[in-house]
């Protein structure tokens, strides 16, 4: 972040009501003082503070709650910042005492700022694509995460009243559409047996592009392998219909999410400069651009990969400890990403195939050596998105 600031205003944001903090740059208090979840109250402070020179304004929450004091600071030409909460926190233990009070969060937010403006990450750039993205994006994880429960919850009934049945259906083959209006129309054991092999059979046919015949085998033969009713047969066969149309309108809903997405990234640069990369789709693409956007804070490929956890961290200490170890730390959802898209490109692009190899010959165990091709694929992340160039196949060196 840019250090050339006057005022550092420090905003602890409630859904009510915030507390601003603000200090020249000396590290002086020249406001303190809560004030309301208000357009025109906001406005005043922001502008009162501008007279003192350049405002930096950093927020604790930059989503949801934190929307509005944000956008009012960018309208008022102040410049915004987020402080993470993992780095607030152990800002927070260098100063004295352990109240949690709004004001002391406030202060510190200015503060750390202040004096530690390397800790502060910008906020959504100013992009409405960004901004639209993120909220699709959440939207998408919400419904991952329901999607998730109902599957579970599914696989449990079936597990109470037919554990045969259950594993009929391994993986992702319980979520099929033919699997779902299956138990859609027939409910469970009960409504199967009810209606025959042949009929079942003859309806599956009508509503799938391939023959399913094996799998209503399977089922069929599963059925009957008990001849016992378990307690609560019938509630439970109540619920399953519902579960499973629940499923179809999760994975219904996630499909035109992805649609969205996928309009929203045609639209901002670059998506294309990221999905020109081996390994790189639609949603690792989103999730790096929801990150760090064009990587223009960061001040080189190391510092990116710092940043996602990806990089070895050194620890020396005398003579009793020597080496490097894996990172612990750093952003998840970058991680993960990177880590995502390096584990394809090694299953499918030639290149990172043979890197991963040789990681696998040293010695390395399968995580470690995708962690080493995501560390190597940072750089080239990174170049990318700062010079808004594709990517380039390098042409292999002849022997």
Request: aromatic letters at 6%; a positive charge; one cysteine or more.
């Amino acid at each position: 972040m840019d250090e050339g600031y006057e005022v550092y205003c420090g905003l602890d944001v409630g859904k009510s009501e915030h507390h601003a903090a603000a200090l020249n740059a000396v590290g002086e208090r020249v406001f303190d003082k809560p004030l309301p979840q208000d357009e025109a109250r906001l406005r005043e402070l922001f502008i009162g503070l501008q007279q003192h020179g350049r405002v930096l304004v950093i927020v604790d929450q930059p989503n949801t709650i934190g929307a509005l004091p944000i956008a009012v600071a960018r309208d008022c030409g102040c410049t915004v910042a987020y402080l993470p909460g993992l780095a607030m926190r152990k800002a927070a233990d260098l100063y004295p005492g352990k109240s949690k009070t709004d004001a002391r969060d406030a202060f510190i937010i200015a503060e750390t700022a202040r004096a530690m403006p390397h800790t502060l990450r910008a906020v959504d750039r100013d992009s409405e694509v960004l901004a639209a993205l993120k909220v699709l994006s959440g939207f998408d994880a919400d419904l991952t995460h329901e999607c998730t429960r109902a599957i579970n919850r599914l696989r449990s009934l079936l597990l109470q009243i037919i554990p045969a049945l259950e594993r009929v259906f391994p993986g992702t083959v319980l979520t099929r559409a033919l699997v779902l209006e299956l138990f859609i129309k027939y409910s469970g054991p009960t409504g199967l047996r009810a209606a025959g092999r042949g009929h079942v059979l003859r309806w599956a046919r009508n509503h799938s592009r391939k023959d399913p015949v094996n799998l209503i085998d399977a089922i069929f033969t599963a059925l009957g392998e008990q001849t016992v009713t378990v307690i609560g047969t019938e509630a439970v066969e109540l619920v399953i219909p519902r579960v499973a149309a629940q499923i179809k309108e999760l994975k219904h809903q996630r499909v035109i999410v992805a649609e969205e997405v996928e309009k929203l990234l045609d639209d901002f640069p670059l998506s294309q400069v990221l999905m020109s990369m081996p390994g790189v789709g639609i949603k690792t693409a989103a999730t790096i651009l929801l990150t760090i956007g064009d990587a223009g804070t960061f001040t080189s490929a190391g510092h990116l990969a710092a940043y996602a956890g990806i990089a070895p961290v050194t620890r020396r200490s005398g003579t009793s400890i020597r080496g490097e170890f894996p990172a612990r730390s750093g952003n998840k959802q970058l991680k993960n990403a990177l880590f995502r898209s390096a584990w394809i490109a090694s299953c499918h692009h030639p290149a990172s195939k043979a890197y991963y190899q040789k990681k696998r010959d040293q010695g390395k165990k399968h995580n470690a050596a995708v962690i080493c091709l995501a560390r190597r694929r940072c750089d080239v992340i990174y170049s990318m998105l700062r010079n808004g160039t594709l990517y380039e196949e390098k042409p292999t060196q002849a022997a």
